[in-house]
């Protein structure tokens, strides 16, 4: 139980334009989703949580209007790196939790190469 | 406020010895404490947590952790290594499960 999907899996795309992530939980509803942001060689960097239905919750000195997310229902989060420049080339990983767990379920992540 | 130390950046052992993986965590509130594994370009995995039950937290491929709230510690054991252990190696503490700390991780390499 407590899986977590993304899709892509790896997106590589030319610089302006914009990319959209999803992750998905497959088997169970998570109240409150998470985006983390990892270079290589490095640990995770939290961008932003959202609440279903709710303005995401971003990190200070992440760009709200450069990384959108949306997490429209209890099994969808999405984010979306619009006009895409080569810096933001990065693994990008979701996770979700629920009330029920004291702890976050982690999907496998995107790779995201902007040419 | 809470907060995650690795003390080892890079270990290497050979295959076959054990390992030890350093972490010390603060936390304000009793918290959880998690270790998670990473390979090349993929996803977390988690190994074992521990949520205030037994102190001795068993996890999977042979791992374990034992929580020491004396020490603050949190370390990750294995008897003995197998080269698919090599991976980096994250410990987080959480209060709640909706903020994670990250360690900065830890790079394990195992010699054949």
């Given at each position: 139980?407590?899986?977590?999907?993304?899709?892509?899996?790896?997106?590589?795309?030319?610089?302006?334009?914009?990319?959209?992530?999803?992750?998905?939980?497959?088997?169970?509803?998570?109240?409150?989703?998470?985006?983390?942001?990892?270079?290589?060689?490095?640990?995770?960097?939290?961008?932003?949580?959202?609440?279903?239905?709710?303005?995401?919750?971003?990190?200070?000195g992440?760009?709200?209007?450069?990384?959108?997310?949306?997490?429209?229902?209890?099994?969808?989060?999405?984010?979306?790196?619009?006009?895409?420049?080569?810096?933001?080339?990065?693994?990008?990983?979701?996770?979700?939790?629920?009330?029920?767990?004291?702890?976050?379920?982690?999907?496998?992540?995107?790779?995201?190469?902007?040419? | 406020?809470?907060?995650?130390?690795?003390?080892?950046?890079?270990?290497?052992?050979?295959?076959?010895?054990?390992?030890?993986?350093?972490?010390?965590y603060?936390?304000?509130?009793?918290?959880?404490?998690?270790?998670?594994?990473q390979?090349?370009?993929?996803?977390?995995?988690?190994?074992?947590?521990?949520?205030?039950?037994?102190?001795?937290?068993?996890?999977?491929?042979?791992?374990?952790?034992?929580?020491?709230?004396?020490?603050?510690?949190?370390?990750?054991?294995?008897?003995?290594?197998?080269?698919?252990d090599?991976?980096?190696?994250f410990?987080?503490?959480?209060?709640?499960?909706?903020?994670?700390?990250?360690?900065?991780?830890?790079?394990?390499?195992?010699?054949?």
């Amino acid at each position: 139980g407590a899986v977590v999907s993304q899709h892509p899996s790896w997106v590589i795309c030319k610089s302006g334009t914009s990319v959209k992530i999803e992750c998905r939980s497959l088997d169970f509803q998570a109240t409150t989703m998470f985006w983390y942001r990892q270079f290589p060689k490095q640990s995770l960097m939290l961008m932003a949580t959202s609440n279903e239905g709710s303005k995401a919750t971003y990190e200070q000195g992440v760009e709200k209007d450069k990384f959108l997310i949306n997490h429209a229902s209890l099994t969808l989060s999405t984010l979306t790196v619009t006009s895409a420049h080569p810096e933001d080339s990065s693994f990008y990983i979701c996770s979700a939790s629920t009330y029920q767990h004291n702890e976050q379920f982690f999907g496998p992540g995107t790779r995201l190469t902007v040419l | 406020a809470q907060s995650v130390t690795q003390l080892d950046s890079h270990v290497s052992v050979s295959e076959g010895t054990p390992v030890l993986l350093r972490c010390n965590y603060s936390s304000s509130y009793s918290p959880s404490l998690f270790w998670y594994v990473q390979h090349p370009n993929k996803g977390l995995q988690l190994l074992l947590k521990y949520t205030s039950a037994a102190t001795l937290v068993k996890g999977i491929n042979g791992f374990e952790a034992e929580f020491k709230k004396s020490e603050t510690s949190f370390h990750l054991t294995k008897p003995s290594a197998h080269m698919s252990d090599a991976a980096e190696y994250f410990c987080v503490v959480s209060a709640t499960g909706n903020q994670f700390y990250f360690g900065t991780g830890t790079s394990l390499t195992v010699i054949p």
